[in-house]
């Protein structure tokens, strides 16, 4: 793929849209009959599938721990997620995603209540194009919520960049590719706590608080999102109306 002569044309992105809109976002919990809890997340080009399965007891048992259950994140891109088919199994950079997402989500769980136990968490890749690691969050946080985890809130997540020196929310694959600037970044939504962030590139610190003003706003947005999946599962018609 060539790079683009501009990535910011009149005020527009490559797909049309304004530097702080979202991609089309789509969430739907329950999806899997057979894991404990799952949820389903397309964001633009982005499909992501969760399934979650415990609390069980952990195996092997000198891996449990005495006081809070142990939370294991698995984070996999299918071999035809990418252009250019990838290689199948775990790789660097799935063994890493997989870490920063336990560490964005183990603080909205009340883990203490399940000791010597085990929550699983998969997060399948099915197809890619930029911010799969926070759309993987996002899909993870309603899937422990469809497993009925106790949870302190939502973990929505989401990414922002800058591109032809303009900070933009939810980056797309050429913005990821040839922008100047990444940062994937997950919050609690009402606590407003962040769970993670992470950059790639550079901001001024103007341009960070701008970035991080943007995040919180598409964060409310996808935070909506999470919430209307699950009362579609769980609260029927008549009742919502009320």
Known sequence: MERPERLIVDGRRLDGRRPDELRPLQIKAGVLKRADGSAYVELGKNKVLVAVYGPKEMHPRHLQQSDVAVLRCRYNMAPFSVEERKRPGPDRRSIEISKVVREALEPVLFLHLYPRAAIDVFIEILQADAGTRTTGITAAAVALADAGIPMRDLVAGISVGKADGTVLLDLMKE????????????????????????????????????????????????????????????????????
């Open 175 to 242: 913005e990821d590719q040839w922008g100047e600037a990444d940062m994937p970044i997950a919050v609690m939504p009402r606590r407003k706590l962040v769970t993670l962030l992470q950059m790639d590139g550079n901001f001024t610190p103007d341009e960070f608080r701008q970035a991080l003003d943007l995040a919180f706003k598409g964060i409310e947005r996808v935070y909506e999102a999470q919430k209307r999946a699950l009362r579609e599962k769980y609260v029927p018609a008549s009742e919502e109306e009320r």
